[in-house]
């Protein structure tokens, strides 16, 4: 599942609370359901986790390409720009 | 004074047009440069090519004038007709008219100020274009995970995001475009950063920042450029320019407008955590459901083996259980610790349930052997009918040699129907 599937998932899950809930399921498929849900949840859970922040600034490299460089935020206060 | 005559060496000075318009030209290039006249705006005409081109005028006089492109860019506002100016410039003649005319530098509004005249325009403008409209406006992502930063790298705006950011524990990844947000070519730049942090695919949210300033400061943010280039992004834009008092055409165009730099960073980072608790939530009551499902199978098995087609349902109940092994070893593979309670539960129920159904078949097993062994007992009366009888002794012996029997002592006689008591008297010889 990718990141910005993440509400797919959530809304996904909650479609199979719903279905479990409704409680007239087969063992069987209510067993499917509920593996699939677990499965959500445990991606969910591990896509709320698993980020560390990463802060980067986009800098001109010599060929004038913009690239992705980490970004040290200085401890003092910056002008106010 | 004598008759003139032309002769070629005639001391005359004679113009040719041209000459005289441009000495003309000359002079008035020399001696009007560079200064400030008031008077109202008529007949205006804007052109493609860019110039603006009026007349100005007072009460009694007037005057051609023409912005020309280079210089009308750098109006913060659009002149109209009868609006009261402030004119710097300077007067030229256009030689193929022979038409004297100001060559317009700046503009200025009488009476409100120049950019307060800007921003009404252009927030009239935008307005009547849709760029405000609130069925355009975007949601921001359930949970952003990379927040595109249009910022000065060296301004208070882009720490105070970090440091809530920070103080959030939030795990947000974070890109900034560096940009000059006031001055010239600050529009330029940040509707640049705009349009680039729109084509990265991870980026998901955009946020302009910019710490406090003067209305002049802010201007970038007003500027038709940066309202058009937010319009466009397929990205949701969130404004945070200035102190919770400044409005810019930035905020009104932008999906979300922040008051601050440090509000932006509340609105994206604020979800995870509620996130968290909802999925751990709808996992709980998936669980609970699922739970109550298989009790409630469970509740029906026990029902169909307590019926009398068990012989049959024996058979059923065995493929069941194999299932409910095979998909509680599927449950335990998908279990997250968390649920591992419930896998627990489950593996219990499964054995309650194996041990229900072996005594329940132990219990049947007994009920055949009982009925086997009455059957056993009842065997011989089957033989007593056909005329036999049991001889035993009074202590319950079977007495099958006369030899048992001692003269005198007391027997006890089955019969088919009945029992009779008799004394022995003497043995008879075989």
Known sequence: MEFKDFEKGLSRLEHIVGELEKGDLALEKALQLFEEGIKISKLCSSKLEEAERKVEILLRNEEGQLVQSPFEASKGKGAEE | ?430
């Open chain 2, 1 to 430: 004074m004598q008759p003139r005559q032309l002769t070629l060496s005639d001391t005359r000075r004679i113009f040719s047009v041209s000459q005289l318009v441009n000495d003309v030209k000359f002079q008035l290039e020399t001696n009007f440069r560079d200064f400030w006249v008031k008077g109202e705006i008529s007949n205006l005409r804007t052109p493609p090519s860019g110039h603006i081109y009026f007349t100005l005028k007072d009460a009694s006089a007037q005057i051609q004038a023409v912005c020309f492109r280079m210089q009308a860019r750098y109006l913060k506002f659009q002149p109209e007709d009868g609006m009261e100016l402030l004119a710097r410039g300077s007067v030229s003649m256009y030689p193929p008219r022979g038409q004297v005319q100001l060559i317009v530098e700046h503009l200025e509004p009488v009476g409100s100020g120049a950019l307060q005249l800007a921003f009404e325009q252009l927030k009239k403008r935008l307005g009547k274009d849709g760029l405000f409209d609130q069925s355009r406006k975007k949601d921001l992502p359930l949970l952003p995970s990379k927040i595109g930063i249009v910022t000065s790298p060296t301004g208070a705006a882009v720490q105070d995001i970090l440091r809530v950011l920070q103080r959030r524990n939030d795990r947000l990844d974070v890109l900034i475009f560096p940009a000059t947000v006031q001055g010239a070519g600050a529009s330029q730049e940040i509707s640049a950063g705009i349009r680039f942090l729109d084509t990265q695919t991870e980026v998901d949210t955009i946020i302009l920042a910019r710490g406090g300033g003067s209305t002049e400061d802010l201007w970038a943010f007003n500027e038709e450029q940066v309202a058009r280039t937010i319009f466009q992004s397929g990205k949701p834009v969130i404004s945070a320019v200035g102190h919770e008092t400044d409005f810019t055409i930035a905020d009104f165009v932008a999906d979300i407008r922040a008051a601050t730099p440090s509000a932006a960073a509340e609105l994206v980072s604020g979800a995870r955590k509620e996130l968290f608790n909802r999925v751990g939530h709808l996992t709980q009551r998936s669980s609970q459901a699922i739970q109550l499902i298989v009790k409630r199978k469970q509740h029906r098995l026990r029902q169909l083996t307590a019926s009398r087609g068990f012989v049959n349902a024996e058979t059923r109940l065995r493929i069941f259980l194999q299932r409910l092994d095979e998909l509680s070893s599927r449950l335990t593979k998908a279990l997250p610790l968390f649920l591992v309670a419930l896998q627990a539960e489950l593996a219990t129920q499964s054995t309650e349930l194996g041990r229900q159904a072996s005594l329940h078949l132990k219990s049947n097993q007994q009920r055949v052997q009982s009925a086997a062994q009455r059957l056993q007992a009842y065997s011989p009366v089957a033989v007593l009918e056909r005329g036999y009888a049991i001889v035993t002794t009074l202590n319950g012996v079977i007495v099958r040699d006369s030899s048992q029997v001692a003269d005198g002592d007391t027997l006890d006689v089955q019969l088919a129907r009945g029992r009779l008591r008799a004394k022995k008297e003497s043995d008879h010889g075989v």
